[in-house]
């Protein structure tokens, strides 16, 4: 018999003794199911927690944002879903009928299970304020979708009111450093939204103490786990941008084609999947490719002062920049904001001066480790701006990034040479700081 969640009522608590807000609300359901890690049956509240001026547009007649937040890790574990009270009749008939078959079929070397979700369902309407909101990491794709959604070319009814800040998206598993890492977050997008002239929704959340690996299954199918807080808060959202990484080009209903790596090559799907009779979901930025989001944004004024892509900024000390202009992600956008003739614009958010400095070696390794769809894009965006790479850069690219890479793939699967890797801190001594895997690794051996 297969494993099961089962999801109690949900229910409205005040929380005295928030850990974030100074007074919050949560929206609770009690959750019984095997905990992924120790295999053992446990009994606990999985929340919402939000300021508590939210307390009137908590959903807590619907099961819709606890089976959404919790669908990843049924779905990872080969567990079925049961659940108390109803979730919306379109959702419980997209998700069931589509999203998980598909998803479960196409997705083996990951694996994703074909699991089965139960209980009540509802297609009566929430009344709700119309808000209109979009999650925010502060990176290209969400800066992205608020530029075009502030824009005059945006209908009234379709134009941002919210940016949603959440835990959802943590790579920790720690609530301490969970908590730490969100505090810094929500702090820098309450800055973007008051430059955007946007509310900030804040939403912390313990949906990672119900997962194995958070950060694979939330990076890896983020956008129902995103989605979530839309559900729990379905009072106030009517509609929630889903900001689209890969175009719709590189569509595929297997994560690991193309490059991807994750599900945002289905975007699309996910977005109609998750749709309800109360809220519309929408992929946004599927018709562009990533510099052509970049090329959009460069002379956005917010996105200017905030654009924060960094995948290192944590380990890395007595940085002066929001980004550390070192790691895959920080010389990725460098690189393509360098062909577009405009990296100046970014210079309070990445050491540009640092980058000119090392510019062949930085776009020689930029072409020799990231992927083909952002390195032909790349190569046509510089043709196309008189901004082409430097031959020198090709050279460091194929003598030294390239190699380095195929040698590092040979490798990966071995567990002697993993530990050689992380105990000789040759991690450090490429990337300049400890790579986020080596504290999963000491968690699980």
Request: charged share 25%; hydrophobic share 30%.
């Amino acid at each position: 018999m297969r494993k099961k969640i089962k999801i109690g009522k949900p229910f409205i608590k005040e929380n005295t003794d928030s850990l974030i807000f100074d007074e919050s609300i949560q929206l609770c359901a009690n959750v019984t199911m095997e905990n992924p890690n120790n295999h053992k049956i446990e009994s606990k509240v999985c929340y919402y927690e939000f300021d508590k001026k939210y307390k009137k547009y908590l959903c807590d007649n619907r099961s819709d944002a606890f089976v959404m937040g919790l669908l990843t890790t049924a779905m990872e574990n080969d567990m079925d879903i049961e659940f108390e009270s109803p979730i919306s009749e379109k959702l419980y008939y997209q998700l069931s009928t589509y999203y998980i078959p598909l998803v479960s079929k196409n997705n083996s070397s990951y694996p994703m299970y074909d699991i089965k979700i139960a209980g009540p369902t509802d297609n009566k309407i929430i009344k709700n304020e119309k808000a209109v909101a979009t999650g925010c990491s502060g990176g290209v794709d969400s800066f992205y979708t608020i530029a075009k959604h502030t824009s005059n070319d945006i209908p009234k009814s379709y134009k941002l009111t919210h940016i949603v800040c959440s835990s959802s998206g943590t790579s920790d598993f720690t609530q301490e450093r969970v908590i730490k890492n969100f505090k810094n977050t929500f702090d820098e997008i309450q800055k973007i939204a008051d430059d955007c002239n946007l509310n900030a929704i804040v939403c912390y959340n313990n949906l990672y103490e119900f997962y194995k690996v958070p950060f694979k299954g939330f990076q890896t199918f983020a956008n129902t786990t995103y989605g979530s807080i839309a559900f729990a808060l379905q009072k106030l959202i009517s509609i929630y941008y889903l900001s689209s990484g890969p175009s719709l080009t590189y569509f595929n209903m297997d994560i690991n084609v193309n490059g991807v790596g994750d599900a945002s090559s289905f975007d699309l799907l996910t977005a109609q999947c998750i749709t309800s009779e109360n809220i519309s979901f929408y992929s946004t930025g599927m018709e562009l490719d990533r510099i052509e989001k970049q090329e959009y944004i460069s002379d956005f004024e917010p996105a200017k002062k905030n654009l924060k892509v960094c995948g290192a900024y944590e380990y890395i000390k007595d940085l002066h920049f929001i980004n550390c202009s070192r790691c895959k992600k920080c010389i990725r956008t460098m690189s393509h904001l360098y062909v577009l003739g405009k990296l100046d614009n970014f210079k309070d958010v990445f050491d540009v001066e640092y980058f000119y400095k090392n510019k062949n070696k930085l776009l020689g390794k930029f072409l020799g480790i990231d992927h083909g769809y952002y390195i032909k894009k790349t190569s046509d965006m510089g043709k196309k701006y008189n901004h082409k790479i430097p031959l020198l850069a090709y050279f460091y690219c194929y003598c030294l990034y390239k190699p380095l890479k195929f040698f590092k793939k040979l490798l990966k699967d071995s567990k002697i040479i993993k530990k050689i890797y992380y105990k000789s801190g040759i991690d450090i001594k490429i990337n300049g700081y400890r790579d986020p895997a080596h504290e999963f690794n000491k968690k699980n051996k």
